[in-house]
């Protein structure tokens, strides 16, 4: 079993910035790659950025320039620095890992439980 807990949200004004926080535990042989998706009420759950486990990035054309996804496998936790933040930034923010189980040999998924981050015109 693998858990993944995000932390770090809240509520900001337009222009702010949030730094949140997702800390993989468990049964972790390694991780692979990891992302950020958000879920704003009433809409589809969407990629906000990804990483690799070598550090390559991706990002959402709407986050591109203001968002940066990082990570440390050391401590297993995975950031996202949220910048000039806008209420259409308004969601739900999911992490999610695909993790090298240290008992199994195949990999699997696993999301974590959200962070609200609301941002105030």
């Known amino acids: 079993q693998v858990q993944l807990v995000e932390s770090g949200g809240g509520l900001v004004q337009a222009g702010g910035s949030l730094r949140l926080s997702c800390k993989a535990s468990?049964?972790?042989?390694?991780?692979?790659?990891m992302g950020w998706y958000r879920q704003a009420p009433g809409k589809q759950r969407d990629l906000v950025a990804t990483v690799t486990s070598g550090g390559s990035t991706n990002y959402a054309d709407s986050v591109k320039g203001r968002f940066n996804i990082a990570r440390d496998n050391a401590k297993n936790t995975m950031y996202l620095q949220m910048n000039s933040l806008n209420p259409e930034d308004t969601a739900v923010y999911y992490c999610?890992?695909?993790?090298?189980?240290?008992?199994?040999?195949?990999?699997?998924?696993?999301w974590g439980q959200g962070t609200q981050v609301t941002v105030s015109s």
């Open positions: 999610t890992a695909n993790v090298q189980l240290l008992s199994l040999h195949t990999a699997h998924d696993y």
């Open positions: 468990g049964d972790i042989r390694s991780i692979n790659a």
